[in-house]
């Protein structure tokens, strides 16, 4: 009759002898990419061996008593330690860092872009601007180009699969005493002061300068509204222009002193938009 002990006996009375894995400390890791933590091995009882379920996701050394684990990608693995009273196991949880965003804000001036670097996205990448007449975004390989439009306040809102982020914009008009917004604004402008007046003497025609640009675009988007029931000269040429043309348009007749600049008409006071 044999007298070995069968190998599940021996398994239940090892910890009953006193015999028990090593232990570890640590038991457990969450760890970012990069990171590197020791874990140490105390109770070894014989020679201590080591394997990892998945070295891309953290890397494990062992020297005995310590073992050394580095962060790798986001992801989990099990490190399994095995001496002669066992095994124990250590899980190791990487996670990626969240999303981040530089600067968090930006102040722009119009017609001025200014740039948003996006750092550790997950999955993919949208921006979007609260308010695409003061601020418009492009979104090309995590860099968000931001486009200053006109004075007022935006809120860039940038996503990726688990994150959101916000960078406050602030536009202020560039203009002022006479000076130039744009090129642009410049140009379309030269079209209005074939009827206006530039300088607000009397033409027949109400003054466009001494308003702001809020004023001006109000005012223009007004005309385009009435177009279609009022086909009338200024209302009908209000519609060839764009929201950015308007814009544009705005900020430059905006940054004009002009002439009795507090508002106006050089045609007696009367306010007619259709002339």
Known sequence: MSTRTPLFLLAWLLPVLGVQAASLSPSSLTMSPGQVAVVTVTNIKGSLSMTNSSPAVAAAALA?????????????????????????????????????????????TAGQSGTVTVS???????????????????????????????????????????????VAVTVTSNGGGGGVTSTEGRLLAAQCFQCHNAKGGSTGFDRITGES???????????????????????????????????????????????????????????????
């Open 64 to 108: 005995s008593p310590r073992i050394t684990v580095s962060a790798l990608k986001a992801g989990s693995t099990t490190v399994t330690v095995r001496d002669k009273g066992g095994s124990k196991s250590l899980r190791v949880t990487v996670t990626a860092p969240p999303m981040t965003v530089s600067p968090e804000s930006l102040n722009l």
């Open 120 to 166: 550790n996205p997950n999955g993919s990448v949208r921006a979007a601007s609260s308010n695409s007449s003061i601020a418009t975004v492009i979104l090309s390989n995590n860099l968000v180009t931001v486009q200053g439009k006109m004075a007022g306040s935006a809120a860039i809102t940038i996503r990726d699969s688990k994150t959101s982020r916000t």
């Open 213 to 275: 640009v809020n004023e001006i675009v109000s005012e223009m988007k007004e005309m385009q509204a009435k177009a279609a029931s009022e086909p009338e000269i200024m209302h009908s040429q209000a519609m060839i222009y764009t929201d950015a043309e308007i814009t544009a348009l705005a900020q430059y007749l905006a940054s004009l002193s002009g002439s009795g600049s507090g508002g106006g008409n050089s045609n007696g006071g009367k306010d007619n938009d259709d002339d």
